[in-house]
């Protein structure tokens, strides 16, 4: 079956270390995006990306970093510069013509 | 600056009563707008896109309408297995998601048996 395959499902981290969100895609969709949510609140945009080797800024950037490599993969780093990096991070991508997002079912990342 | 509201926060509902969740949004020039449904620890689905006023969508129980200003999820004859979180978005028009989905803080119904 074609879907977003998000890993881990939960992380624990200390503060100070990176970590790298897995976020892998066998739909062939071009753009990809990083969500971030938060109890109470809807979601941010982190990151995205329309093509390979190319992606932008959202609303939330700072203290996250990604690359696109592949088609099939958009991998989200959490770095020791943001400030409050707990949260559920979902990662989507979008149907082509259409701005309708599918998600994947989400990494929940724990500053411990 | 674009934005979504939507109300109420939370919403409890009997098995079988019907009711409304309302998105009310500001967007200059409305390129579409959404309607997601997640359940606890997932990713939203995708439920409805609205793209003008007058517009209606329907699936199984649930009904989205749109108007100039708002849009309305309306749950008929709710089972419990509706309860979850409802999402609603618009396309930005400004900002960092220029081009992209804002989301509102969504509306958690609960549907009790």
């Known amino acids: 079956d074609g879907g977003i395959t998000q890993s881990p499902k939960y992380l624990f981290r200390k503060e100070g270390q990176n970590v790298t969100l897995s976020c892998e895609q066998n739909l062939n969709h071009d753009a990809m995006y990083w969500y971030r949510q938060d109890p109470g609140q809807g979601l941010r945009l982190i990151y995205y990306s329309q093509i390979v080797n190319d992606f932008q800024k959202g609303d939330i950037a700072e203290g996250y970093s990604v690359s696109r490599e592949k088609k099939e993969s958009f991998p989200l780093t959490v770095t020791s510069a943001q400030k409050n990096p707990t949260a559920f991070y979902l990662c989507?991508?979008?149907?082509?013509?259409?701005?309708?997002?599918?998600f994947g079912a989400g990494s929940r990342l724990t500053v411990l | 600056e674009d934005q979504v509201t939507q109300s109420p926060e939370a919403l409890r509902l009997q098995e079988g009563e019907s009711s409304s969740l309302n998105c009310s949004y500001t967007?200059?020039?409305?390129?579409?707008l959404f309607w997601y449904r997640q359940d606890p620890g997932k990713g939203p689905e995708f439920l409805f896109t609205l793209y003008s006023a007058g517009e209606e969508k329907e699936k199984e129980r649930l009904k989205a309408t749109l108007t100039k200003k708002e849009s309305f999820l309306h749950i008929t004859a709710p089972k419990p297995e509706d309860s979850a979180t409802y999402l609603c978005?618009?396309?930005?028009?400004?900002?960092?998601?220029?081009?992209?989905?804002?989301f509102g803080k969504g509306t958690k119904l609960s549907v009790k048996p």
């Open positions: 967007v200059s020039g409305l390129r579409g």
């Open positions: 989507a991508s979008q149907v082509p013509g259409a701005n309708v997002l599918t």
């Open positions: 978005a618009v396309v930005a028009n400004y900002g960092g998601s220029q081009g992209n989905l804002i």
